[in-house]
């Protein structure tokens, strides 16, 4: 029976009868290969004789193929296979993508004879059907039941549906419930158990997964929520997927930065246990890629940079900040890192620097070996003029910060009392800004200036001193010498104290008094009441 039905069957009897003569016998046929194995020949074997079997949805592609394979000459097989693809299979979404999926195991025959391109035709155009008319609830129920699909098909299913002109949120919606399914086992939970595939077969099959969703995800870069692709971006981080796969997310991820969370941008930067820093580059190209395309849009709008993004810088600049402020706590967070994502923010984005000076009050308490240089390198990424009241006074008496932001803070509500001292009329930035390093200068030498009339005193005291103890003549000789020698250090000191005279350019006689000490030790000691700097 089988012969009369089979012309493959029939041939491998026929060679076989030529090799071994006519009165060879075959006993064994090696039919190992035939489409959906013993099962599936099991049934065209009882088709043959005649015996009743079951189609459904799981076997009929495989029937339809083995019918192929086996060169069925009776075609009854294969034409009651087809009659319930077509009138039954075929008439839902469900029972489509179940026939499609039977056809994974069923290449390259499946393919061959049609079977592919026909189940992932009609299940695209159901798919789009449900996207816009939903038969049942919830309206994207057929999301999940193309997840039972493996990536090659489920790709052909998104490819036919941006071919009927589905909408991107259609496609979005699918993609997302198809990553979130396939990639599941790459969650927190699963992380250190991953780590041990870091060579095997799974991490390479899981890795192409990621590269075959990032090449279907639509044009439009808008369409996916952020949280969504950070995810997504960390697990190609994670997989160390190829480059081009990485730079079309973080492209993705800039265009739509200004809906990004705190959340969102720790999840790229640390392991997803959470208990190192992981990965800050992503988030650099990030932000400057956005920083880049405001700044763009400000040059195409007449120049309008601050007016053109302001609302979108300032919303990134703060997340940015409280980004800062997470990760300051870790001691592997270099300067240059920190400073690196700091600085990428422009000026005009941050109204107040608050935010900035709280992450860097935090990052100088996480690393308190900083010295002095290191501590302003940690600080030049903040405007001391444009902290708050209260960021000003927490300033003033923070002892991690360095001397020049501390004396910044201190000096600042003085200006404006200088100014006018109107609460809501600040100081023209950069004469302020000329002024406090004026007087941070001043302060400076002003120490050097306390430093050198301490030893000024000393040396008199030595004089003194020296004065008691000798005679008249020797006393003469020592005083004229010493007068010498004491009117060229007064000389020196009195054009230093000359340069930070407040009133040099005011009222006449406090110049005048200062001026007078270089007239020698004579007229200083004449007149100690007129001298304007006095150590005694």
Request: hydrophobic share 40%; proline share 3%.
């Amino acid at each position: 029976m089988l012969v009369g039905k089979s012309n493959l069957i029939r041939k491998m009897i026929l060679e076989s009868n030529k090799e071994g003569g006519e009165e060879a016998l075959i006993t064994r046929m090696d039919l190992s290969e035939i489409p959906g194995g013993p099962e599936i020949f099991e049934k065209a074997a009882k088709f043959c004789y005649g015996v009743n079997f079951e189609i459904t949805v799981h076997n009929v592609a495989a029937l339809m193929c083995a019918a192929e394979y086996l060169e069925m000459t009776d075609k009854n097989l294969a034409v009651r296979s087809e009659d319930f693809l077509s009138q039954v299979a075929l008439t839902s979404l469900s029972g489509a993508l179940v026939v499609l999926k039977s056809c994974q195991d069923l290449l390259p025959i499946a393919a061959n004879i049609g079977i592919v391109q026909r189940c992932a035709e009609i299940a695209s155009a159901k798919a789009c059907v449900e996207a816009n008319f939903p038969s049942r609830s919830p309206p994207n129920w057929w999301t999940e039941e193309l997840t039972i699909l493996d990536i090659d098909f489920f790709a052909k299913i998104i490819t036919s549906m941006k071919s009927r002109g589905a909408k991107g949120l259609t496609l979005a919606s699918a993609i997302i419930t198809y990553t979130e399914r396939s990639l599941r086992d790459l969650s927190h939970d699963h992380y250190a158990s991953n780590l041990k595939l870091a060579d095997s077969d799974i991490r390479s099959q899981q890795r192409e997964l990621v590269e075959s969703i990032v090449a279907l995800l639509p044009p439009d870069k808008t369409v996916f929520p952020i949280n969504f692709l950070c995810s997504l971006l960390k697990t190609s981080i994670f997989l160390k997927t190829d480059i081009r796969c990485k730079n079309e997310l973080e492209k993705r991820v800039s265009v739509i930065l200004e809906h990004v969370t705190v959340d969102d941008l720790l999840v790229l930067s640390f392991t997803p246990d959470g208990s190192r820093l992981f990965d800050l580059e992503s988030v650099r190209r990030i932000i400057s890629g956005f920083v880049e395309r405001e700044k763009s849009v400000g040059v195409f709008n007449a120049g309008q940079f601050r007016e053109a993004c302001s609302t979108a810088m300032q919303r990134v600049g703060k997340t940015v900040d409280a980004y800062l402020g997470e990760i300051a706590t870790y001691g592997e967070l270099s300067i240059s890192k920190f400073n690196g994502i700091a600085n990428l923010v422009p000026k005009a984005a941050r109204k107040v620097d608050d935010d900035l000076y709280r992450a860097i009050d935090i990052y100088l308490k996480a690393h308190p070996n900083l010295d002095e240089i290191e501590r302003e390198k940690v600080c030049s990424a903040m405007d001391p003029l444009k902290l708050s009241y209260e960021a000003r006074l927490h300033a003033s008496q923070n002892k991690r910060l360095p001397v020049q932001i501390v004396l910044h803070a201190l000096y600042y509500d003085q200006l404006k009392l200088r100014s006018g001292g109107d609460e809501h009329k600040t100081p023209d930035a950069a004469m302020t800004r000329n002024q406090l390093q004026a007087d941070v200068s001043l302060a400076k030498e002003n120490e050097e200036l306390r430093t050198e009339l301490l030893k000024m005193k000393m040396y008199i005291e030595d004089m003194h001193k020296g004065h008691a103890g000798g005679g008249a003549s020797s006393t003469a000789k020592g005083t004229g010498g010493g007068a010498k020698k004491h009117n060229t250090f007064f000389s020196s000191m009195s054009k230093t104290l000359g340069k930070l005279n407040p009133f040099k350019h005011g009222g006449g006689g406090a110049s005048k008094d200062t001026s007078n000490i270089e007239d020698g030790v004579s007229e200083i000691a004449a007149k100690p009441r007129r001298r304007r700097f006095s150590i005694s």
